[in-house]
């Protein structure tokens, strides 16, 4: 087996530009060499986005069996933003490697890449997965496409364990938030002011939008609307809205609000949701909702502790950003966040990984595998 070296694999990445608005093509070929070198069975799943770019996730396996552990990842990132920096040339400084991604998500893609290409996949018990979707950063439509079209998947089964490797600083995290989106219209009529003759949206919505205001003070302040496991404690109740750049001297045709809110487990987001409905059912609104539910582990579960035990961190926490083990959840019994890189770093100009944190987790990734794949 060659060895592997996680800075080197992480600059590799790095360098081969994979933006969520351009296409993932490259940077996905080189993964799916990656694995087919190293003894992995890899299915390639592909869409055109609506910008027509080919979009490419990959789903690989190693070892026999059922159930087993998962490591999920993406493999796009946000803009380079190339006027401020240099952000597909890795470099290396005083113990932290640069370049878009290095931090969100090619380096922990990296150590989690490594930890399960070294495994004798003879030694496993249970198999290892390791998957790498597309558009994370715009949409998940990656990550849905492997939940709805994986034949890898829905041939042997989920994984039962799965660790989403976003940056959390190697520290365990077990649950965080969902979103929920509600969207309401009103119809008027469109006509001249001087005519008298139109209906303006805006009016006909205003009441409702007083009581969204008296509703965004309750989920505030009402305890019963709050998870302390959380910070903040609260659902981030949110409202945009647009008549579409109307006139000042026409009445609005059409206004649209968009009501937003992140769900937390044992929260009342779905009382809000149902409040805000009926108040736009009573004005005669149009309305409609959807949403996906917080992501959540119970801190007891075998992959908490497993991960905690490896990281030699006493207690498992909770992240204010959401990932895609939103999605998964639907399909595996455990989940964790668990990866090397500061969220702070990610999107930013200069956004870095701290080296030594990297290394540590293909050390961590390695006691997980050893773990629940090998002794188990
Ligand atoms: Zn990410």
């Excluded at 640069?98 to 090619?106: A, I």
């Excluded at 005519?195 to 006909?204: Q, V």
């Excluded at 609000?257 to 736009?280: F, K, Q, S, T």
């Amino acid at each position: 087996m060659t060895s592997h070296n996680v800075l080197q694999l992480s600059q590799d990445l790095i360098s081969i530009a994979s933006a969520s608005q351009i296409s993932n093509a490259d940077v996905s070929d080189y993964i799916e060499n990656f694995f087919k070198q190293n003894a992995f069975e890899v299915e390639r799943l592909e869409y055109t986005d609506d910008a027509d770019n080919r979009k490419v996730s990959l789903v690989a396996r190693k070892g026999e069996g059922k159930g087993g552990l998962g490591f999920f990842s993406h493999s796009d990132t946000v803009p380079g933003a190339e006027e401020y920096w240099d952000p597909y040339d890795p470099v290396v400084k005083d113990g932290l490697l640069y370049g878009r991604g290095s931090c969100d998500m090619k380096g922990p893609l990296a150590a989690t890449m490594i930890a399960a290409a070294n495994v004798d996949a003879k030694q496993l018990k249970h198999p290892i997965y390791v998957g790498v979707t597309a558009d994370e950063e715009v949409g998940f439509g990656g990550a849905r496409q492997v939940c709805e079209e994986s034949q890898l998947l829905s041939q042997y089964g989920w994984p039962t364990q799965v660790v989403v490797a976003e940056p959390t600083e190697l520290r365990p995290v077990y649950s965080h938030k969902g979103g929920f989106h509600v969207a309401v219209t009103a119809h008027g009529k469109a006509a001249h002011s001087s005519t008298e003759k139109g209906i303006s949206a805006n009016f006909l919505i205003a009441p409702f939008l007083a009581e969204m205001a008296e509703l965004a003070k309750l989920f505030k302040t009402d305890e019963s609307f709050m998870n302390h496991e959380f910070d903040p404690p609260t659902m981030g109740f949110n409202m945009v809205m647009t008549d579409h750049n109307c006139a000042g001297n026409v009445t609005a045709a059409r206004t649209d609000v968009r009501l937003g809110l992140r769900a937390m487990p044992n929260g009342r987001h779905e009382d809000a949701v149902a409040m805000i409905v009926e108040r736009a059912k009573k004005y005669n609104l149009e309305v409609s909702s959807r949403g996906v539910q917080a992501f959540y582990t119970s801190p007891d579960a075998e992959l908490i502790q497993v991960a905690l035990a490896a990281t030699g961190i006493a207690k498992a926490e909770t992240v204010p950003f959401g990932t895609e083990a939103l999605l998964y959840q639907n399909h595996v019994d455990e989940q964790v966040i668990l990866g090397p890189g500061n969220i702070a770093q990610a999107h930013t100009v200069g956004e870095y990984i701290d080296l030594a944190q990297l290394e540590n987790a293909v050390g961590v990734y390695t006691q997980m595998i050893e773990e629940l794949c090998i002794r188990k």
